[in-house]
């Protein structure tokens, strides 16, 4: 049995889908903070991400799914298993921002001496500014930190995916502080566990197979012999294409995977090269 910490909040309900193409059912009741999953040797737990990598470092929690921010800003010492890079509104990173307001004579970090700044990541913050050797007052911010400037404090630290909630507060981007992704993270203890890690490598696996997945397609064609040179020299690959006989001999089977984004270019050019019959199709995990 391994204990799974899973983000409560604006990552739930993404990482629920993520779970489920990764091959877990996940139900919950909207009051309940321990979810039914279908996998006797998994226990989940609905946490805030702020708090899963002290709880995974304690080792009240064996592994979770937390930001690469809050796992910095708790100076957490965890075992990182791998990078997942999604977020609430899809696939991507986030940011943590330098943002003033739009009047503001700030233009750089250097001009933040002396000043204020609100934001939940005091420490990564506090680190930056030594960085930058810059002396500022950092405070938390309990939430609703894009009203505090200019009147409660000179600048903000916030978390942005489109920086939309920057503007609609007329705040204006001065610097990015830290870029973070989703990490799956365990303690150091159950990784060293048999057992638990190669659990916790299997979860890994899946979920990183279903986060790739959801940037390819599958393609499959028939190509004539004479054919095939000009439409292998079109198609990337994670290898080489599966390429299988018909039973017309002049005739073949080609199937492989490309990035989604390609495929509105790449399907006219393989038509126009002699394809034919050509099958794109959604994918559910890819595991390189």
Do not use: C
Request: avoid cysteine; charge should be positive; hydrophobic fraction near 40%.
């Amino acid at each position: 049995m391994i204990k799974l910490a899973l983000p409560a909040g604006s990552l739930k309900e993404s990482t629920f889908a993520l779970m489920k193409k990764a091959g877990y059912t996940i139900s919950s009741s909207s009051r309940s903070y321990y979810p039914r999953i279908d996998d006797p040797e998994i226990q989940v737990m609905l946490v805030r991400a702020q708090e899963i990598p002290r709880y995974v470092e304690s080792g009240a929690l064996d592994v979770g799914l937390t930001g690469a921010d809050w796992t910095a800003e708790n100076q957490a010492h965890i075992h990182t298993v791998a990078e997942l890079t999604y977020a609430k509104q899809g696939s991507g990173s986030v940011r943590w921002v330098l943002a003033v307001p739009e009047t503001s004579s700030i233009k750089s970090v250097k001009d933040l001496k002396g000043k204020r700044i609100a934001t939940e990541l005091v420490n990564v913050v506090k680190a930056y500014l030594k960085k930058h050797q810059v002396k500022a007052e950092v405070e938390f911010s309990w939430g609703a930190t894009e009203a505090k400037p200019p009147l409660l404090a000179d600048a903000i630290v916030e978390l942005t995916e489109t920086g939309s909630s920057l503007r609609a507060n007329n705040l204006r981007i001065v610097d990015t502080v830290l870029t973070s992704t989703t990490l799956l993270i365990a303690n150091r203890n159950s990784w060293k566990d048999q057992a638990k890690r190669q659990k916790i490598e299997n979860l890994s696996i899946l979920l990183q197979g279903a986060l790739l997945a959801e940037v390819k397609v599958g393609l499959k064609m028939n190509v004539q012999k004479q054919d095939l040179k000009k439409i292998l020299s079109l198609l990337p690959a994670l290898k080489n294409p599966t390429i299988a006989q018909l039973t017309d001999d002049k005739w073949l089977d080609v199937e492989t995977i490309v990035d989604e984004k390609i495929v509105r270019n790449l399907i006219p050019k393989l038509k126009q090269a002699g394809a034919q019959g050509i099958i794109e199709y959604p994918l559910n995990k890819v595991v390189p």
